[in-house]
Nanobody, 124 residues
Framework: QVQLVESGGGLMQAGGSLRLSCATSGRTVSSYDMGWFRRAPGKEREFVAA????????YYAESVKGRFTISRDNAKNTLYLQMNKLKPEDTAVYYCAAARTSQLTIVQALYNYWGQGTQVTVSS
């Protein structure tokens, strides 16, 4: 089993920055690809960013490209999402997830483990 716990969410004004963290425990998560997803009020959960187990490959949703940066520290078993230039439309519950797949994926159904989420609210 893999346990994922997000932190770092909160209330921020538009244009500000937040850094989300996802602490992992259980199986050797360093061998898992990992991702961030979000669910905005009244919307389906959507892909935000993903990173390969080595950190060598990353994917981003077009809506966050150039503003968000996903990274990981396998020695600390922690995943990060640096969010800059926040916009009100970034308001959502953010989830981290872990996947054991042959290729880095943005497909939610292929992620095996999920955290409980952390709320990010961006005011205009």
């Amino acid at each position: 089993q893999v346990q994922l716990v997000e932190s770092g969410g909160g209330l921020m004004q538009a244009g500000g920055s937040l850094r989300l963290s996802c602490a992992t425990s259980g199986r050797t998560v360093s061998s898992y690809d990992m991702g961030w997803f979000r669910r905005a009020p009244g919307k389906e959960r959507e892909f935000v960013a993903a990173i390969s187990w080595s950190g060598g490959k990353t994917y981003y949703a077009e809506s966050v490209k150039g503003r968000f940066t996903i990274s990981r520290d396998n020695a600390k078993n922690t995943l990060y999402l640096q969010m800059n230039k926040l916009k009100p439309e970034d308001t959502a519950v953010y989830y981290c997830a872990a996947a054991r797949t042959s290729q880095l994926t943005i497909v939610q159904a292929l992620y095996n483990y999920w955290g409980q989420g952390t709320q990010v609210t961006v005011s205009s």
